[in-house]
Nanobody
Framework: QVQLVESGGGLVQAGGSLRLSCAASGRTFSSGTMGWFRQAPGKEREFVAAIRWSSTYYAESVKGRFAISRDNAKNTVYLQMNSLKAEDTAVYYC?????????????????WGQGTQVTVSS
């Protein structure tokens, strides 16, 4: 059974940094797309970043501040978040997409983690 477990969330002041991790178990995803989404209270889940092989993709709102990376040997994806803003406050979810093609829409993804809370105080 596939499991994705996020960690690294927490409370941070605006301008600070956090690094999220998502460890996958049950199968390897070296050829799949791994992504991060977030959902703030009262809002829909939105795309944050994705990585497939060495290609990375970012939402405009986080470009230049967030960086996604992966360690295939550990079956883990990371999200380094710098220059955090209050509007980055949300539950962050990692997800895996098995098939190629596309990365933006949450419906494309096959497996999801349980989420980790990120709160940025202003």
């Amino acid at each position: 059974q596939v499991q994705l477990v996020e960690s690294g969330g927490g409370l941070v002041q605006a301008g600070g940094s956090l690094r999220l991790s998502c460890a996958a178990s049950g199968r390897t995803f070296s050829s799949g797309t791994m992504g991060w989404f977030r959902q703030a209270p009262g809002k829909e889940r939105e795309f944050v970043a994705a990585i497939r092989w060495s290609s990375t993709y970012y939402a405009e709102s986080v470009k230049g501040r967030f960086a996604i990376s992966r360690d295939n040997a550990k079956n883990t994806v990371y999200l380094q978040m710098n220059s955090l803003k209050a509007e980055d406050t949300a539950v962050y979810y990692c997800a895996v997409k098995i098939n190629s093609g596309g990365y933006y829409y949450s419906e494309m993804y096959d497996y999801w983690g349980q989420g980790t809370q990120v709160t940025v105080s202003s």
